[in-house]
């Protein structure tokens, strides 16, 4: 992990209030009711508010709550792929998959922290899933299938404009139509409660001004069947994720967008909601330092370096199976800047063909960004990083040749799909991990029912889904499985909201 720099600050609440002295009852005699309320309008929230409104028939009102001033959280800047077992893609080339191995895979790579029956339950509708994007809202996919780490088997699919956006745009335009209301600077800034301790709705700022606490104009709002949670992770804010990790100082940049806050998690855990796994937070291993946030670079290093290339040190050396999990790469990025050393991404002219394929455009951007750096030879390549003479051309021989027998004798990387480095021009580009996403968060039954911490019972009308929710993921997420949580549980909540009839909260 990354060296400790700087004491763990002190916290600071993102509410005006003490979370302590927070109200447990209405703030006036005529709040506004919904039958569902959605905090939160990312791929989960919006999938929820959808299902609840279809569900109903259109009868029940659905209401998302999203504080800052655009929709879409982390979701908009995701980058559109999507683990699937028994694709389309997959079957076109002969490759064996089932719900059970995707299963299995994530229970793996977890380190069997997760929930065994969310995680069956996420698998087991990868392939409804898939055709409901497909036939619902109408989201292309590209005809390929990658391997991404941790995958036991190539089975990530890419939207074809290469951009999770596509999803986004066609599922915020399919619940708008449904009727639902998107009601944007809407900080959920308290859950009220009732004099059982029943939530029964939320304080909330209006016209709020990201990050100013004091802003807007304070009003209640109630639901009658259900609360949907869906406000994601708290991947930006330092104090909070150094409140779990000390590690993650502000020295480490994120992939996540600034609106990626843990207020509603402080939230959550004062009413008595369980909470698992919260320090198991995720560093991207292949991220691009020349820019800040999620970016385009990690396009590179991820599927030219681990799928059609290779990672290497300082000295030119493999320092980690290309194709392993996030945690398991991270970790040995980590160590190499420890020991003073960079991380590289290396590819050659098959690399780039490979990603124009994926990404078409993508490389030739990135270059001219300086993202990546481009070589006539191999040698060139070598001096420019500073890599002793003739070593990176060692490994690469080696590499080559391990392809052409397909075994990994060093690190045991699948190389079902990789070509050997031959000709140039040779491309590389630096590795530096960002904090990316919480894998633990609210304890939730197989549904996304919320479970109390006192009681271990499920909490009446309250549902989670996706980054706030844990037991999907365990110790670590694999690559293209957020899409696939998100969307799987969020229906599946909207969907039982929308169901669920309780007595009228007047």
């Known amino acids: 992990m990354p060296p400790t720099r700087n004491p763990i600050p002190s916290e600071v609440s993102t509410s005006r209030r003490d979370a302590d002295a927070a109200p447990r009852s209405a703030l006036d005699s005529s709040p506004e009711v919904a039958d569902v309320v959605v905090i939160g309008s990312g791929f989960s929230g919006l999938a929820a508010a959808l299902e609840a409104a279809e569900r109903s028939g259109g009868k029940a009102r659905v209401l998302v709550l999203e504080k800052m001033g655009t929709p879409g959280g982390n979701s908009v800047i995701d980058e559109g792929m999507l683990s699937v077992a028994n694709s389309p893609q997959q079957s076109a080339r002969h490759i064996a998959d089932s719900p059970d191995l995707l299963a299995n895979d994530m229970l793996e790579n977890g380190e069997h922290l997760n929930d065994p029956s969310k995680v069956n339950y996420v698998a087991l509708h990868s392939e409804a899933l898939y055709d409901w994007t497909t036939k619902r809202l109408g989201v292309e996919w590209l005809p390929i299938v990658t391997w991404a780490g941790g995958h036991s088997v190539p089975r990530t699919l890419t939207v074809r404009t290469g951009s999770g956006r596509e999803i986004y745009e066609k599922l915020i335009r399919a619940v708008r139509e449904s009727g639902v209301e998107i009601r944007l600077n809407a900080y959920v800034e308290a859950f009220l409660t009732d004099t059982s301790g029943e939530v029964v709705g939320l304080r909330v700022r209006e016209g709020y001004a990201f990050p100013d606490a004091e802003s807007g104009t304070v009003r209640e709002i109630r639901f009658r069947r259900g609360l949907c949670l869906c406000y994601g992770g708290f991947g930006a804010d330092v104090a909070y994720r150094m409140r779990f990790n000390r590690q993650l100082t502000a020295d480490y940049d994120t992939t996540n967008q600034p609106g990626a806050t843990g207020e509603l998690w402080r939230e959550a855990e004062r009413i008595g909601c369980a909470m698992i796994e919260a320090s198991r937070i995720q560093c991207t291993p292949w991220s691009n330092p020349k820019e800040k946030g999620m970016g385009s670079g990690w396009l590179f290093s991820d599927y030219v370096g681990a799928d059609y290339g290779l ?21 040995a990025v980590l160590e190499l800047h420890r020991l003073g050393l960079k991380a590289i991404a290396i590819g050659s002219r098959i690399s780039k063909e490979k990603l124009d ?14 993202l990546i750096n481009a070589y006539d030879t191999i040698e060139a390549l070598e001096a420019a990083w500073g890599i002793p003479t003739g070593a990176l051309q060692a490994t690469v021989r080696n590499f080559n040749a391990m392809i052409r027998r397909r075994r990994d004798t060093e690190f045991f990387r699948p190389l079902t799909v990789a070509k050997p480095l031959e ?14 996403h919480c894998m633990g968060g609210l304890l939730t039954d ?14 009446r009308g309250l549902y989670a889904a996706g980054e706030c929710a844990g037991g999907v993921h365990g110790a670590c997420r694999m690559g293209s499985c957020a899409i696939l949580d ?21």
């Open 311 to 331: 990672w290497v040190d300082g000295n030119g050396q493999r320092f980690v199976n290309e194709l392993s999990n996030r945690k398991t790469a991270s970790d």
């Open 357 to 370: 394929q994926l990404r078409p455009g993508y490389m030739d951007r990135m270059l001219e960004r300086g």
């Open 423 to 436: 000709d140039g021009p040779w491309y590389a580009a630096e590795m530096r991990p960002k904090v990316h």
């Open 446 to 459: 197989t549904l996304g029912r919320v479970r109390n911490a006192a009681t271990g019972r499920a909490m």
């Open 486 to 506: 998100c969307l799987v549980m969020g229906r599946t909540i909207g969907r039982l909201a929308a169901e669920t009839f309780p007595e009228a909260r007047d």
